[in-house]
């Protein structure tokens, strides 16, 4: 593992309770993986996220404007399958393809693992993927380093699904809004990651709030199940979203 790709604030997966469960982190270049399992499967999982990742950098040797891209592109049939995914996605919320591809991976990853884990949650830098049997609590933090005191409760029958976010803040990802905070629930990580970078870009100020929720409601029929937004100490939030303390 090569620390000068870890997070110094990525200190709340510290407060993940362990119960008849293992974690374990996989750092691949960009991706810095936080997994919840029943097993340790470190290094399969190294094994899959290297896949994965030599696809889509192969992609992007040849079509460069795949990583700078800050709208969507063309489906392009021949790409491998998490190019085809990314590029569905910001098509569908109008967004460029790598601004999906945190969910992405974390989606594909969970999805392959879960026949041998039937509890396998994955964070990838802030977006989740989950499979769970159980009830959990998904801890927000608007601010790395501040203590977790909110959070969204998540039902056994709500998985599998996705919550991914955006922060005009903080973070190393591209955002045009002031946001400290937009999360999105979906039941695909592509999608909710893409949709978190659209609502991001839109919450500008405090007074944008009412009108970003707004939008986000018209993206029920998307696949959008919920949304929480906060900026500064104004917090919102419509959908599948139990907020509780933590």
Known sequence: MNNKFLSPFRTY??????????????????????????????????????????????????????????????????????????????????????????????EMVAKHFAPLSPNFLVENGGDLYLYSTKDRVIGLLPNPRDEVSLGIKLHSGQFPCSFCTSSGTIGHSLSFGQGDLVGVLSQSGAEADACATFLGNLLKRKQDLPLVLKISQKLKARGIRGVVLQLDSSLGAWGEIELVQI
């Open 13 to 106: 997966r510290k407060i993940v309770q362990k119960k008849q469960e293992v974690t374990f982190q996989v750092v691949i270049e960009e991706s810095d993986l936080f997994i919840v399992a029943e097993k340790d499967l470190s290094l399969e999982v190294i094994a899959y996220v290297e896949k994965l990742r030599a696809s889509l950098k192969s992609y992007l040797e040849l079509n460069p404007l795949f990583l700078t891209s800050l709208t969507p592109l063309p489906f392009d049939p021949k790409a491998p399958p998490i190019v085809q995914t990314m590029l569905k996605a910001s098509q569908k919320f109008q967004v460029g393809p790598m601004a999906c591809v945190a969910g992405t991976i974390a």
